[in-house]
């Protein structure tokens, strides 16, 4: 199974991405967020390999690596040389 998509997001590999949103078999997806409703682009979805069980792991999937991979997202993109756009 591939670990990295990338593609239009009106094509297969967007359709594939909506469908592994959906379908998780007891395993939670989540958009990887930095901080309070700041997603990353691209759009990053993680899933965790193990079913989290108790709320000391929901959290902290939740919160911790959730923020941790937005942040390694931006900073590979900044220190390839993606300027980061923001609209004012």
């Given at each position: 199974m591939p670990k990295i998509l990338i593609g239009r997001v009106d094509g297969p590999v967007g359709a594939a991405f909506a469908n592994m949103m959906?379908?998780?078999k007891g395993h939670t997806a989540m958009f990887a967020i930095r901080a309070c409703n700041q997603m990353v682009r691209p759009a990053t979805?993680?899933?965790p390999k193990v079913t989290l069980k108790d709320?000391?792991?929901i959290e902290f999937f939740g919160g911790?690596?959730?923020s941790a991979t937005a942040d390694a997202i931006v900073d590979?993109?900044?220190s390839k040389g993606f300027c980061l756009r923001i609209r004012q």
């Open positions: 959906a379908q998780s979805m993680m899933v709320m000391v792991n911790v690596v959730q590979c993109l900044l």
